[in-house]
């Protein structure tokens, strides 16, 4: 199965060049207004003169204060947060990982990118697994291996720190001054995969875990080893990893440190598609069977089940995990709405296909399977919800990812869940100041949804491509 022209939202909004160009249009634009502005006031003023409204006789050493005042007030008005949210960070590669065979699909080093922290913050680590989706069989994974998303070599070597990445206090308040670290995603498998494709002319290295344990044991002379605090967290493919990376986490940190994991839209569900076929668990069975991952999944999950790839979905390894944990998903995740519910496999007439363009054009009888989705996911979180030291933020937005963007983290106009943002919910869980289990109410009662859907250009290509998981 091909990894096809998947739509993710964490695949591009998290694209530096996708966001230096949006800044670059925006300074653009306010500094066009600025002149045009300066310009109008000047011919208004030439224009009284010439009509006799004041005195002939001008004061040119008056009128440069007064447009220089003018300046400051224009000025004044800049968008200067475009700069606090525009963190850029380096990457740096793993030397020595090559020994260790921690390399990514094509054999290149593995990478992360790391901000330090400062003040109370010092001591205290954040960890970000990247999301990209994953490759479940040879040829997919060769196509991914010449991608950023199989290569470092390919990859941006600068990464915007955003949302609960970003350093500014009044953005991202209870994690600003941690040291925050994003870690590159290229093995295609959440890095959990052990294994080794060679033939005469290629070479696919399936070293997910190895680069896990490789990122980490970088970190730790750097000052991981000494934490206070601790947050392992990830965004969809990379979501699904701190599921299966808590409990490791948790153990390779000193036992004074207080240890916590998040996943955000990284709960995958096993669900049957609109045609009644378990297309992702087919899908992340051959993921298990050929990148050796079923050797790294948690061994109390692996032996309770008849078949132990499916503790690679959430809802089968939740319950093994004992560390502190809060789960941060779409009730109707727009990811597994287009590619779980209704792959273009089980679509192949188009019928959903203005649906997926906006929620609002879906038909009653689509609706009521998107409601059924959302019953589904609150039923595997019912188990959770009795978790004394859990969190959860389970929202009504067609949303993918929402931890990583500024404006879904913490701003103004963020997502709310009973009046409270995903960073407020998430600081309350951590801190302890009141954790809470928010569960919006069904589609389309919540007014604040950033609905992020693929425009429709993608959602063409993609009914025009092979069905895939990005």
């Given amino acids: 199965m091909h990894e096809g022209v998947a739509f993710s939202v964490n695949s591009y909004t998290n694209n530096v060049s996708f966001k230096l160009v949006k800044v670059i249009y925006v300074h653009i634009f306010f500094f066009s207004v600025v002149i045009l502005s300066t310009f109008f006031i000047f011919f208004f003023f030439l224009l009284l003169v010439e009509i006799n409204f004041i005195e002939m006789r001008i004061n040119f050493s008056e009128m440069r204060n007064h447009f220089s005042i003018i300046w400051l007030i224009l000025l004044s008005l800049y968008p200067w947060r475009v700069y606090s949210e525009m963190l850029l960070v380096n990457m740096t590669l793993v030397r020595g990982a090559e020994a260790r065979g921690a390399v990514c699909l094509d054999g290149s080093l593995p990478a992360y990118h790391l901000d330090r922290g400062c003040g109370s913050g010092a001591h205290n680590w954040l960890l970000q697994f990247e999301g990209g989706g994953w490759c479940n069989d040879i040829e997919s994974c060769l196509e991914r291996a010449r991608t950023r998303r199989g290569s470092t070599r390919h990859m941006n070597k600068l990464e915007v720190f955003s949302g609960i990445l970003s350093n500014n206090a009044s953005l991202n308040p209870d994690f600003y001054n941690w040291n925050r670290v994003k870690l590159r995603y290229c093995d295609g498998a959440s890095f959990a995969g052990d294994s080794l494709f060679q033939n005469r002319t290629t070479s696919l290295y399936f070293r997910g875990q190895r680069i896990w344990h490789a990122i980490v044991l970088d970190l730790l002379p750097k000052g991981l080893n000494l934490a206070h605090k601790a947050l392992l967290s990830g965004c969809s493919a990379g979501g699904l990893a701190t599921f299966l990376h808590c409990h490791n986490f948790t153990r390779i940190l000193p036992k004074t440190a207080s240890v916590k994991c998040l996943s955000d839209a990284g709960f995958f569900l096993d669900v049957r598609d609109v045609s009644e076929i378990h297309s992702i668990r087919s899908f992340f069975g051959s993921?298990?069977?050929?990148?050796g991952v079923e050797q790294n999944l948690d061994k109390n999950c692996t032996t309770s089940l008849d078949n132990p790839s499916m503790c690679f979905f959430p809802q089968y390894a939740l319950k093994f995990i004992q560390t502190p944990y809060f789960i941060l998903n779409s009730a109707y995740d727009v990811y597994q709405f287009h590619h779980?519910?209704?792959?273009?496999s089980a679509d192949s007439h188009g019928h959903w296909l203005y649906c997926k363009?906006?929620?609002?054009?879906?038909?009653?009888?689509?609706?009521?399977?998107?409601?059924?989705?959302?019953?589904?996911?609150l039923a595997a979180l019912r188990v959770f919800e009795v978790s004394r030291n859990g969190g959860m933020f389970i929202n009504s937005c067609f949303a993918h990812c929402q931890s990583e963007l500024q404006e879904t983290w913490f701003a103004p106009d963020s997502p709310r869940v009973h009046n409270k943002t995903i960073a407020?919910?998430?600081?309350?869980?951590?801190?302890?100041?009141?954790?809470?289990?928010?569960?919006?109410?069904?589609?389309?009662?919540?007014?604040?949804?950033?609905?992020?859907?693929?425009s429709t250009q993608k959602v063409l290509e993609k009914k025009r491509s092979r069905e895939g998981f990005e």
Avoid at 287 to 291: A, E, M, S, Y
Avoid at 424 to 450: L, Q, S
């Fill in 424 to 454: 407020e919910a998430v600081g309350d869980w951590y801190f302890e100041r009141k954790v809470g289990k928010e569960i919006d109410c069904p589609y389309p009662c919540d007014n604040t949804c950033h609905n992020l859907i693929p």
């Fill in 287 to 291: 993921l298990v069977t050929v990148q």
């Fill in 357 to 377: 363009l906006n929620p609002a054009a879906c038909t009653p009888n689509q609706i009521t399977i998107l409601q059924g989705f959302r019953d589904e996911m």
């Fill in 340 to 344: 779980i519910l209704v792959p273009s």
